[in-house]
């Protein structure tokens, strides 16, 4: 197994591919990501995190009531957040931060998000655990990512796909938040998977036990 790419290293990665981050999203968003930005986006209410906002692709489509606060490991990548942000008359608290540790307290919102990023965190697993810390009891948290595919020729090919990007980016195909977030108790209220399995969607509700 490939020793993951150290934070540092990402970071500068992700910097470097902030300014042409857009453009080479465009081919996915056309034809696998469908309405998937706006079915996560949708959805989130009040007190809002966005985790790997990246250049803040998804501002645009939270509801106008949600106060949104975004982090990021990238610099760059915020600063193209930022300016986004500022095109469209967007309020949002963007912060520098690393998904595997959060640095809010526990139940600070309403609901999390986290679209495309969760693939390229080195602890998916632990970046899962630390949203659910921060969500508030009975709130959600709505998960999007490309994983590993239905199809057997498909998962074959994204094996050998990750025999590169595993190593070199940190880029996994072969994922499943969803285990994840099962794993950790919260409720499945809406799951959606398409595109031969490659796209999973997933709101699930943090049980509320006061």
């Not at 994922?175 to 796209?199: D, T």
Request: glycine letters at 8%; one cysteine or more; proline letters at 4%.
């Amino acid at each position: 197994m490939s020793k993951p790419l150290s934070l540092e290293r990402l970071r500068r990665r992700w910097d470097k591919q902030s300014a042409t981050y857009d453009k080479k999203m465009g081919f996915s968003e056309r034809k696998f990501f469908g309405d998937t930005r706006p079915w996560i986006c949708g959805q989130a209410r009040d007190e809002t995190l966005e985790v790997a906002v990246g250049t803040g692709l998804n501002l645009g489509l939270y509801p106008a009531e949600t106060a949104l606060t975004g982090m990021d490991l990238s610099p760059a990548m915020l600063d193209l957040a930022r300016s986004r942000a500022a095109e469209i008359g967007r309020g949002v608290d963007l912060r520098i931060g690393d998904a595997q540790q959060l640095e809010f307290d526990d139940a600070s919102f309403d609901t999390v998000v986290c679209t495309f990023g969760l693939c390229a965190v080195p602890d998916d697993r632990g970046a899962v655990a630390e949203m659910v810390r921060v969500l508030r009891p009975g709130g959600l948290l709505l998960l999007a990512d490309h994983v590993v595919s239905t199809s057997a020729p498909l998962r074959a090919l994204q094996s050998v796909i990750e025999l590169y990007s595993v190593r070199v980016e940190n880029e996994h195909f072969r994922r499943r938040p969803i285990e994840h977030v099962r794993a950790a108790g919260l409720v499945i209220e809406r799951h959606e998977r398409f595109k031969k399995g490659i796209i999973e969607r997933v709101a699930a509700r943090k049980p509320d036990l006061r």
